[in-house]
């Protein structure tokens, strides 16, 4: 049962700028730890952004620091992955992920809700 919901991803050329988007239809994001991941072809998925607590630190990814920013509108329930200096090694399917909150820092938790991903390639 598909939980969360992904949308934003393209083709763009390195250097261009892309916003991803994930909500919730059935639950509210608000209180809950809410994580960006990635997965490449032939790759392990990694932990891109991820805040644990409506109050906590976002973590970010080395690979990532600077160039990604995640973001909140609790009014529309919306979380975001604002991506810009896209890179070809960002081209993977970006997926959201849910679960409930924790004091923890990173994406290492057990996150147990998933969207169903959605594609981000990065080509000239």
């Known amino acids: 049962q598909v939980q969360l919901v992904e949308s934003g991803g393209g083709l763009v050329q390195p250097g261009e700028s892309l916003t991803l988007s994930c909500t919730a239809p059935?639950?509210?994001?608000?209180?809950?730890?809410v994580g960006w991941f990635r997965q490449a072809s032939g790759k392990e998925r990694e932990g891109v952004a991820c805040?644990?607590?409506?109050?906590?630190?976002?973590y970010y990814a080395d690979s990532v620091k600077g160039r990604f920013t995640f973001s909140r509108n609790e009014s529309k329930n919306m979380v975001y992955l604002q991506m810009n200096s896209l890179k070809p090694e960002d081209t993977a399917t970006y997926y959201c992920?849910?679960?409930?909150?924790?004091?923890?820092?990173?994406?290492?938790?057990?996150?147990?809700?998933w969207g169903l991903g959605t594609q981000v390639t990065v080509s000239s």
């Open positions: 059935e639950f509210s994001l608000d209180y809950f730890a």
């Open positions: 992920a849910s679960s409930l909150p924790s004091s923890g820092y990173g994406c290492y938790q057990q996150y147990d809700d």
């Open positions: 805040k644990n607590s409506r109050e906590g630190t976002v």
